[in-house]
Antibody, heavy 117, light 108 residues
């Protein structure tokens, strides 16, 4: 079955960097686009970024443009989110999700990023 | 950016009752690209409805979706105890692929 496992979260100071990873299994990773979605504590879902199945296109929410970079390694079935110049407002649980014609049809369990001095 | 506005913010109902949740878009969304998710406390979201009206795999038929253009509805015909949760709509018609702010369905 589809499995997505995020890692790399933690506590980081404002202005620092962090890289999140998402290990995929149970499906043909190279055939699917992938998303990052975040959820601040006690708040709703916020879509962050998407990458096409082959990495050819990437889109971001305005609040992370120029600071976050989504990437993938199809050989090793990994998705990444490089987060630079982190801000307090980036504090959230970050989920990776599989893209399908039906939308985001599978989700990981999330990894918590806390940006605090 | 397409803004999705969900209403009501909170819906207080009893098990067995019908729930009707609204999602209104600031501009027209192709219905093919409108989804609904359920999120229970401490869990990841789960896809319920895609293409505005198609149930995802394993979703009970008490869940149904409808709508087109700027107005979409999620209905739960008879609430079961496990249905008390937060529900989000999302559009993936154009980037950024925005979510609504959510509707909490709570036990009355």
């Amino acid at each position: 079955q589809v499995q997505l496992v995020e890692s790399g979260g933690g506590v980081v100071q404002p202005g620092r960097s962090l890289r999140l990873s998402c290990a995929a299994s149970g499906f043909v990773f190279s055939s699917h686009g992938m998303h990052w979605v975040r959820q601040a504590p006690g708040k709703g879902l916020e879509w962050v970024a998407v990458i096409w199945f082959d990495g050819s296109k990437k889109y971001y929410v305005d609040s992370v443009k120029g600071r976050f970079t989504i990437s993938r390694d199809n050989f090793n079935e990994m998705l990444y989110l490089q987060m630079d110049n982190l801000r307090v407002e980036d504090t959230a649980v970050y989920y990776c999700g599989r893209s399908a014609p039906s939308g985001v049809d599978s989700w990981g369990q999330g990894t918590l990023v806390t940006v605090s001095s | 950016e397409i803004v999705l506005t969900q209403s009501p913010g909170t819906l207080s109902l009893s098990p067995g009752e019908r729930a009707t949740l609204s999602c209104k878009a600031s501009q027209s969304v192709t219905s093919t690209y409108l989804s609904w998710f359920q999120q229970r406390p401490g869990q990841a979201p789960r896809l319920l409805i895609y293409g505005a009206s198609r149930r995802a795999t394993g979703i009970p038929d008490r869940f149904s979706g409808s709508g087109f253009g700027t107005d979409y509805i999620l209905s739960i015909s008879r609430l079961e105890p496990e249905d008390f949760a937060v529900y989000y709509c999302q559009q993936y018609d154009s980037s950024p692929y925005t979510f609504g702010q959510g509707t909490k369905v709570e036990i009355k």
